[in-house]
């Protein structure tokens, strides 16, 4: 694995291509050498402001060209990049703001009324505003401009006054240092209270380098369409530096409307997507004409039931994209990613096979023997883009790495799956969503919510469904299941359809107790379904 920064690590890689372009940005084109030009002068600023080696910022953005020119000026001196979710209130930005010890504060205009509140509490930290319209062609600035520019406190700048500070100022680069800090990315809180993931630079780089030696076919100048922001680990690693560090030509798209997406991507035409099931489904449902010219179509986030993956595969191959959509599996605490399908290593219904240098086994969560093919259990994998840790978290880094009879360090993901003899990944579901239950035999049995799930899902009418836990005093947990559907006008029969299908698939245990129809589920900041309200909402199933 690469021994270096990831401002180096990109460097060293596009050594030859610095007139090719890194970014197009609503069509103005970046190359390399502007690229780096631009990581220098915002890398002065920050030096000029008093950001040192081992100093943390904020920023509350999403993936414009001044935002990742930000994250690496900031790697250039040593400095580290706290990414938080655009969703935060201002009062939760506050306390990470504290709980971090940020020197600056980085957020983007659509916010200001939160970003006014945080400027206010912090007068003496610097604050740095960035516009949507900062990177646009001068034509299209005008309608998309911060409209209201007063009352801009002392201590806070626009991007362009912000690094005219850094004029005539030397910023030294920082050294390598193995396991040194580059960014922070937080956990998606689907079934906990998120956490801070410290990723190092050798994280990073061990993504883009694990990448570089799959079957996908990446090529240096290829298009490369990128929608994941940048406070994910999946936008981070995925979205910003693989295809920075492979020299391809990345469009920053930041407009989710579903219509603007499919004009984006029937204009751009990209050779690689990345995008998440949101954005996917959105996708599905528009009447694009061709992806011939696709090379990659991949989403994250979230697994598709085997139904879901054929729907994805038929509409592709039907608009001739001669592929499979290609899914994976990981977590914020390795970077996003650990196991992805890819060319020739496709299988449906499994989440593909280990990156290279990634070791993966399963083993019994109860008492941690090594399970068989084919055998279910938790999934841990041992690889060199495992987190430094959780941040100020050392008790929950503890909980999740541990070091085995190897002597290695292995992540234990709280997640359960199994593996097959070629080395594909099934995934069954989380362990914390796994709810004791009694039969009728009196006999403890255990459901499954993701096996309830993927039956729902076979209903025609259904649009997403999401499963959960209710404790009842004398049979556990009842099953309580929330739907989604495609209609307003299906009908009335949808439930009793539903629970004849479940009594047609599903061991009695597994019947869902109650059916909520909801016009939409709740999600995290991540976008993924927030199975935390869900449970609330099923201890007073009356109150949403």
Same mark, same amino acid.
């Given at each position: ?8 690590? =990109? ?80 009062? #939760? +930005? =506050? ?25 206010? #509490? ?60 580059? /960014?922070? /990315? ?70 989710? @409307? ?43 986030? #979230?697994?598709?039931? +085997? @139904? ?57 969560? @109860? ?33 999740? =790495? ?50 309830? #799930? ?91």
């Amino acid at each position: 694995m690469p021994e270096c920064t990831v401002l180096q690590y =990109i460097k060293n890689k596009n050594t030859n291509n610095l007139n090719g372009i890194a970014l197009n940005y609503f069509g103005n084109r970046i190359t390399y050498r502007e690229f780096f030009e631009n990581v220098d002068k915002v890398a002065k600023a920050f030096y000029a402001i008093g950001i040192r080696k081992g100093d943390i910022v904020t920023i509350d953005s999403l993936h414009t060209p001044e935002t990742i020119y930000i994250i690496y000026g900031l790697n250039k001196i040593g400095a580290v990049a706290n990414m938080v979710y655009l969703t935060l209130s201002a009062n #939760e +930005i =506050i306390e990470n703001i504290k709980s971090t010890d940020s020197k600056a504060f980085i957020y983007f205009a659509m916010i200001q009324e939160k970003g006014r509140i945080i400027e206010k #509490e912090f007068p003496d930290i610097k604050t740095i505003i960035l516009d949507v319209s900062d990177s646009m062609p001068w034509y299209l600035k005008y309608p998309y401009r911060l409209k209201n520019k007063k009352d801009i406190l002392g201590k806070t700048y626009r991007f362009k006054n912000f690094l005219s500070l850094g004029e005539g100022v030397v910023a030294k680069e920082m050294l390598y240092t193995k396991s040194a800090p580059a /960014v922070i /990315v937080y956990t998606s809180g689907t079934t906990g209270v998120p956490k801070g993931v410290v990723l190092s630079n050798d994280n990073l780089n061990a993504v883009a380098e694990q990448y570089s030696y799959t079957t996908f076919d990446f090529r240096m100048g290829d298009s490369f369409m990128d929608m994941l922001p940048p406070f994910l680990g999946f936008g981070i690693s995925i979205g910003i530096h693989l295809p920075l560090a492979l020299g391809m030509k990345t469009t920053l798209w930041i407009d989710i @409307e579903p219509d603007k997406v499919v004009q984006a991507f029937e204009r751009i035409k990209p050779r690689h997507f990345v995008s998440g099931p949101v954005i996917v489904n959105q996708m599905l449902e528009s009447n694009i004409k061709d992806m011939k010219f696709l090379s990659t179509f991949a989403g994250g986030g #979230e697994s598709l039931s +085997i @139904e879901q993956e054929k729907k994805v595969n038929s509409y592709l191959h039907n608009k001739g994209y001669n592929g499979n959509y290609v899914t994976g599996y990981g977590m914020t605490e390795c970077c996003a990613t650990v196991c992805t399908g890819m060319q020739g290593f496709y299988k449906e219904g499994t989440l593909g096979i280990p990156l290279p240098k990634v070791n993966m086994k399963i083993i019994d969560p @109860e008492n941690g023997q090594e399970r068989k093919y084919g055998e279910e259990g938790e999934i841990c994998f041992c690889a060199p883009n495992i987190m430094v840790g959780y941040f100020k978290n050392p008790k929950e880094t503890d909980n999740i =790495i541990k070091v085995h009879a190897d002597g290695k360090k292995w992540i234990h993901t709280g997640d359960l799956g199994s593996v097959n003899q070629d080395g594909f990944l099934r995934f069954q579901g989380r362990i914390k969503k796994i709810y004791l239950t009694k039969g009728s035999d009196n006999s403890v049995y255990k459901l499954f919510p993701m096996q309830i #799930e993927n039956v729902l899902s076979r209903h025609s009418a259904v649009d997403k469904c999401a499963v959960v836990g209710r404790l009842n005093g004398e049979k556990g947990y009842l099953v309580i299941a929330y739907v989604t559907l495609k209609s307003k006008d299906i009908g009335d029969n949808v439930e009793k359809e539903l629970r004849q299908l479940c009594r047609q698939e599903l061991k009695e245990n597994s019947w869902p107790f109650e059916y909520h129809f909801v016009e939409k589920l709740p999600t995290t900041g991540a976008g993924k379904i927030d199975f935390r309200t869900l449970e609330k909402w099923a201890e007073n199933s009356d109150s949403f």
